[in-house]
């Protein structure tokens, strides 16, 4: 058993009170569709780098207190720096990405295609957690990519370039979880947030000089909305996670479309037109497939370390 190392956090221990993470879980939804619909607000004044600055200095200036030696929540001290620097910028480029996407397309229809990040999750997880994936998990993947195509109609004079944005934002959101799983039992939450702000905090400070536009007080308002829903819904995300397996709370997760798709409507008037339902239902199915498939092979593995047990 590794001891941890002076200085370093250790994770807290997992509870399985799955009713808990699922109530948490749709509270996050709540927040995260709350900081989209402003940050889409939000894109139609300001650059979508300034909009991004905006929710990262937030984020970072809640985490100071985890930067501050002494202090009693001090999480600097990680023995992943590399892995978490390259989360920090993969956590950036896929808001930086979204929030450019909703400057040009409904917000319903962002999000329901940046939904496909469980299908980049499971071809990364062969590359980089050597991970076998069968048939029926490559299936629920093909069916997924097609909702993105009735999503996306390209061909015809409904597709957007700008559709692709959420997409490759969904792939980096995928890299984030590939990585927080590479550090899963090894770093503690607190620690990865940190850097996750301190990464993006500063790349957006480094670019966002050369698309200045001064802010109105009413937009730094709704700049503090977005960091402090984007952080909130961030961490509530994670303690989800302390209390049921990824498995359990990715159906949950879809509510979001729910929320974005209300509120799109109230703040922007818009209606998801018929292929982007359809193609929503594609992409949700086979995220839920999945999650089911991710549920029975780790009971299949249970089962089998049970049996392996010499007190089985």
């Known amino acids: 058993m590794l001891e941890a190392k002076p200085g370093l956090r250790r994770a807290p221990a997992r509870a399985d009170r799955p009713f808990k993470g699922i109530a948490l879980i749709l509270l996050s939804t709540v927040f995260l569709g709350t900081s989209d619909v402003t940050a889409k607000y939000l894109s139609g004044s300001l650059p979508s780098i300034e909009i991004a600055w905006l929710r990262f200095l937030v984020f970072a200036m809640i985490m100071v207190p985890a930067m501050v030696p002494g202090s009693p929540l001090y999480a600097l001290p990680t023995r992943s720096l590399g892995l978490q620097l390259l989360r920090g910028a993969a956590l950036l480029g896929s808001s930086l990405l979204f929030i450019t996407g909703l400057r040009y397309l409904p917000i ?28 029926r998990r490559w299936l629920a993947t093909a069916a997924g990519l097609a909702g993105v195509l009735i999503i996306l109609r390209p061909g015809t004079s409904a597709f957007h370039v700008a559709a692709f944005l959420p997409i490759v934002s969904a792939f980096c959101w995928a890299t984030t979880l590939i990585m927080t799983r590479m550090m899963s039992g090894k770093e503690h939450a607190i620690t990865v947030m940190t850097y996750s702000s301190i990464a993006g905090g500063a790349i957006m400070s480094a670019l966002v000089p050369f698309v200045w536009v001064a802010p109105s007080w009413h937009d730094i308002l709704f700049g503090l909305l977005i960091g402090v829903a984007s952080t909130a819904g961030q961490w509530i995300v994670v303690l989800a996670f302390r209390y049921a397996d990824a498995s359990v709370l990715a159906p949950f997760s879809y509510t979001q479309l729910v929320w974005v798709s209300s509120l799109g409507f109230l703040v922007f008037g ?30 299949q593995l249970l089962a089998l370390e049970g049996e392996a047990s010499p007190n089985a």
């Open 270 to 299: 818009e209606v998801p037109d018929v292929w982007t339902v359809v193609g929503a239902a594609f992409i949700v199915g086979s995220g839920l497939y999945t999650a089911h498939r991710e549920r029975v092979r780790r009971s």
């Open 108 to 135: 319903a229809e962002a999000s329901a295609t940046g939904f496909v990040s469980p299908l980049f999750v499971t071809a990364l997880s062969i590359i980089f957690l050597s991970e076998k994936v069968g048939v």
